[in-house]
């Protein structure tokens, strides 16, 4: 290893470490007070029947920040071991509270600090893409900004102009984000654009026979599970947005695999039959719709893991319980599922047209 | 519903993946189905992060060698996975156990206001349980991407040492890398936006210590984590196995 890299890992371990550092010492940055926990003392109660523990958490804890900075507090909290609904609080952990005047007995306990733990793995995630992707790094994770970026624009401007169509709104919304995202990953070439346009296309396409399946089959979808709905005044619309958008990054990924891997093909040899194109970009794609499935129906699938493990074990069976909070999810994945391989035609229709314009 | 959708997934997969296309349909539904049993045997009393872990083997058993077949490949990808779980597990029993991310926010009080929460069942297993079984679907991607690759790497040119490959793997990695972070990204981003819009009036301060918003973060974080971790560990397994395998 030469000395260059030694120096600038050097510099990025010192960069990661003061985030860290400022992050885990950052109370003067809030306006509540922060109490960082010394001491506890624990006492419970089992109950008979159900076998729950029930915990009362004395704690004794040092006020970090405001005017009380500096001064001892107790507080007094109750929790179970199951902790759906309650806190169980550890030593060192620090925790915001409200204080009415009396320090030995606050009873209002807000939130845990967690931004440390989040700035931990932000930091991490980005460190590990700088060493594994080195210069292509810095693309990448432009891009990911950008598309923050935009979907927080978009929410500032949704809850400003409440009346607009949501649906149109992201619509827009995620022509922007095939855009930039294929444009940052791979510069101004045809390869490019006929990804683009084939993302845009099979976007598209997809959704709206999902749309009109919906609409014609009058199955009453239970919305209301999704989470967050009840913050969406057009909760149908959410829910379009949703199946929308879950899709839209393995379409981009099919496009650009299947722009990318013909436009290859075709520089190496200009004069290749149409036919062998066809099948080779098939072959590719049949490789990826396998696993790629597999990554939406875990990813978006698994959230559904704690409120149906709730509801079983109140005494309801699987088979309602998936019913009633898993298939909102399982709609949105076998959307997004469907949309992948229906990708596949359309990327190589429309990417053989951009790359081989007229030609026969 | 599920059902029509199902039939038009399986359509499709059939008309353009032929034989492999019901391959794929029918490891999909084995892999749903894992899911389900993972909530049923932790509803019996099982803990779950164990019951997470065989979970996690089981479906990248069926996903590598149902769908790929048993090889050097799929073996060495395999092995990569085994070696990332471990890490993952470790990183996310540390976060959970201190960031309290267990169990439900404010929001979802009305949903759930109506159960009892004496569940006896730890919590902060449950969510263990839950992040890593979120993860390994992309790290199975990830993993076979790299593995089948670099298999044809080095079967066009049989000269390239171990470093060479490990070198070829993190190429074809970075490659990989952006797409999947797209994918994971955009999978995720609208439980992003359905938070935002809920806590529209909130101030920043409050929003990055809240629970179910760190609780997504954190999701969205390890999938991305994992996804990039997982390159250097495939391409150096591979590289390895697959010289091994010609000597």
């Not at chain 1, 159900?50 to 009362?56: A, D, G, L, M, P």
């Not at chain 2, 990332?84 to 540390?94: G, H, K, R, V």
């Amino acid at each position: 290893m030469n000395k260059k890299i030694v120096i600038k890992y050097l510099i990025m371990f010192i960069i990661s470490i003061s985030i860290i550092v400022f992050v885990y010492n950052d109370y003067f940055l809030y306006d509540k007070s922060i109490l960082h926990i010394d001491k506890i003392e624990e006492s419970y109660v089992v109950d008979e029947t159900t076998k729950e523990k029930y915990i009362t958490q004395n704690i004794t804890g040092t006020i970090k920040n405001g005017e009380y900075k500096g001064k001892k507090a107790k507080l007094i909290n109750y929790t179970t071991t199951s902790g759906v609904f309650d806190e169980q609080i550890h030593k060192n952990s620090e925790l915001f509270i409200d204080i009415n005047g009396n320090l030995d007995n606050i009873t209002n306990l807000n939130e845990v600090k967690r931004d440390k733990y989040l700035a931990l793995l932000l930091v991490l995630f980005i460190d590990l893409i700088i060493i594994v992707a080195k210069k292509k790094s810095f693309k990448l994770l432009l891009s990911l900004f950008i598309n923050i970026i935009v979907s927080y624009l978009s929410i500032i401007y949704f809850s400003k102009h409440t009346n607009t169509n949501m649906l149109l709104l992201y619509m827009i919304v995620s022509i922007i984000f095939i855009t930039s995202s294929l444009f940052i990953a791979n510069g101004k070439s045809k390869k490019t654009l006929a990804a683009i346009l084939s993302s845009i296309a099979s976007l598209f396409i997809s959704f709206f026979l999902v749309y009109l399946v919906i609409k014609l089959y009058k199955h009453p979808i239970s919305y209301w599970t999704l989470d967050y709905i009840e913050a969406v005044h057009d909760y149908k619309n959410f829910f379009y947005v949703t199946v929308l958008l879950s899709g839209l990054g393995a379409i981009m990924d099919i496009s650009i695999t299947i722009a990318s891997s013909l436009s290859e093909l075709i520089e190496k040899d200009p004069k290749i039959k149409l036919k062998a194109l066809r099948k080779s970009g098939e072959e590719i794609c049949k490789d990826i719709i396998g696993t790629m499935s597999n990554v939406m129906l875990y990813t978006c699938f698994t959230s559904i893991i704690p409120m149906t493990f709730l509801i079983i074990k109140n005494g309801i069976t699987l088979g309602n319980a998936i019913v009633r909070y898993g298939e909102i999810e399982l709609i949105v994945v076998l959307t997004s599922c469907i949309s992948i391989v229906l990708a596949i035609p359309i990327s190589l229709f429309i990417s053989l047209k951009v790359l081989r314009g007229n030609k026969k | 519903m599920i059902l029509i959708l199902s039939i038009i997934f399986f359509i499709l997969l059939i008309l353009i993946g032929k034989y492999r296309g019901f391959k794929t349909f029918i490891i999909f539904y084995s892999n749903l189905l894992l899911i389900l049993l993972y909530i049923i045997s932790m509803s019996f009393g099982f803990n779950a992060i164990i019951n997470a872990i065989i979970i996690c083997i089981l479906a990248s058993m069926l996903t590598l060698f149902g769908l790929n077949g048993v090889n050097v490949k799929t073996k060495a990808s395999f092995k990569s996975i085994m070696i990332i779980l471990i890490i993952m597990f470790l990183l996310t029993f540390i976060i959970c156990r201190n960031a309290n991310i267990q169990g439900f926010s404010t929001e979802s009080i009305e949903s759930i206001g109506g159960y009892s929460f004496d569940l006896n069942y730890n919590m902060t297993d449950l969510f263990i349980g839950m992040y890593l079984v979120c993860v390994i679907g992309t790290i199975i991607d990830t993993s076979i991407s790299i593995s089948s690759a670099l298999n044809e790497v080095y079967l066009n040119n049989k000269d390239l040492n171990k470093k060479e490959l490990y070198e070829s793997g993190m190429n074809i990695g970075k490659d990989i890398l952006n797409t999947t972070i797209n994918t994971l990204f955009f999978a995720l981003v609208t439980t992003f936006i359905g938070f935002m819009m809920w806590h529209s009036k909130a101030n920043i301060g409050y929003i990055i210590n809240y629970k179910s918003f760190a609780q997504e973060i954190i999701k969205l974080l390890l999938c991305f984590i994992s996804s990039t971790l997982i390159i250097p560990i495939t391409s150096y397994i591979a590289a390895i196995d697959l010289l091994k395998k010609n000597n």
